[in-house]
């Protein structure tokens, strides 16, 4: 079965798997993350945060093709397909204070990422990141790898609170850029998570970004 993984259980992480989730039952997705209240919340009838049809689409596809675990390197290991969507907080200090990302996070992250893949994988940056992070990210992946190719993709997130699932039901617009490598031409499961975003390719607004 294919896996995909989602690091960061958050607004973002939590209701864009799920949805995944329902859309391809035939793809396994793990939602992972170290905030144990947070996974414990995501295992419970109390979810962790309410977005209108959110309960839904959790009660309907969790432990059959979706799990949220605080089993990070576990899954991460294992999946084909591995989306960041950890917090990028505003910088509270240093160069950039106010107003540049903290991608503190982002870069644990990404070494964790490195230090656990035996096998190949795409990975999907969700995190509102500044431009060029994506590059940032595949020196970081690329310098450790041990003969693992990284293919490194940017899906910057559009979602609203509150209106969560019918965006990603119907979004009206889902943006992925990254270099058009054989391994995202190739991949059956990257063309069906596509899908599940909501993208058809028809759309001029549902766009595969080449760089
Ligand atoms: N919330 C929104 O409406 C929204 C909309 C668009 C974009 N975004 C962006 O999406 C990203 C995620 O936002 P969010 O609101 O889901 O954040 P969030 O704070 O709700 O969730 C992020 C989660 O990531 C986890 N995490 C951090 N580092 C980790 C690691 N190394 N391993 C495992 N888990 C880790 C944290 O414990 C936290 O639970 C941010 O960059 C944000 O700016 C958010």
Known sequence: MVKIC?????????PTMAVIALKCPEIEVAVVDIATPRINAW???HLPIYEPGLDDVV?????????FSTDVEKHVAEANIVFVSVNTPTKTQGLGAGEAADLTYWESAARMIADVSKSDKIVVEKSTVPVKTAEAIERILTHNRKGINFTILSNPEFLAEGTAIKD???PDRVLIGGRETPEVKS???FERCLCSLGAVRSNPLHQFVVC
């Open 168 to 170: 990603l039901f119907n």
């Open 59 to 67: 009660k309907k596809c969790r432990g059959k093709n979706l799990f």
């Open 6 to 14: 989602c690091i960061g259980a958050g607004y973002v992480g939590g």
């Open 187 to 189: 991949d059956p499961c």
């Open 43 to 45: 295992n419970s009838d």
